[in-house]
């Protein structure tokens, strides 16, 4: 058996529409709200190659530190909008589901900042994260700036 250092060459075909859903998924909403959800779910998945990659990504796309380090303790910082906020609680829910049923009052704010189509986009992202960091962390996968994820 053979270790898998690269998804993308050890199963080619299930990987271009693994990343094809990634992309649309990615691209369904406004990228700095994208980036803090991806952010924010591998900080919760213990995910160090996706915090790496994504923060690098967030900076890139205009992101501040500030913004970026508060996510751990997003509920105390003053720095999000209530759009913002909506979502992380949502990534929140959906991400910890095994450690109980909250998405109701997540569901809730969420409804006052997204529209029905913005929700499910939402949802979708969150589940794509989710998948990557069990992709990096499963495979002990790491990301070198713009090189793609290696075995760590």
């Known amino acids: 058996m053979s270790k898998v250092t690269d998804p993308f060459a050890a199963s080619p075909?299930?990987?271009?529409?693994?990343?094809?859903?990634s992309l649309a998924a990615q691209n369904s909403l406004e990228p700095?709200?994208?980036?803090?959800?991806?952010?924010?779910?591998?900080?919760?998945n213990g995910c160090a190659n996706c915090i790496n990659m994504h923060t690098i990504e967030a900076r890139a796309k205009g992101e501040t530190e500030q913004r970026i380090y508060l996510l751990a303790a997003w509920q105390e910082a003053p720095v999000f909008t209530p759009r913002e906020r909506a979502a992380l609680a949502w990534t929140d829910a959906?991400?910890?589901l095994s450690q109980g049923h909250t998405q109701k009052e997540a569901r809730e704010a969420l409804d006052e900042h997204f529209t029905a189509e913005e929700q499910m986009n939402l949802t979708v992202m969150?589940?794509?994260?989710?998948?990557?960091?069990?992709?990096?962390?499963?495979?002990?996968?790491?990301?070198?700036?713009?090189?793609?994820?290696k075995a760590a």
Do not use: C, H
């Open 13 to 21: 075909q299930l990987m271009k529409q693994w990343m094809a859903v």
């Open 94 to 96: 959906l991400t910890r």
């Open 32 to 44: 700095s709200l994208i980036e803090l959800v991806k952010i924010r779910s591998s900080i919760l």
């Open 126 to 149: 969150i589940n794509v994260i989710n998948g990557w960091n069990r992709i990096a962390v499963g495979f002990d996968l790491w990301y070198e700036g713009g090189a793609p994820a």
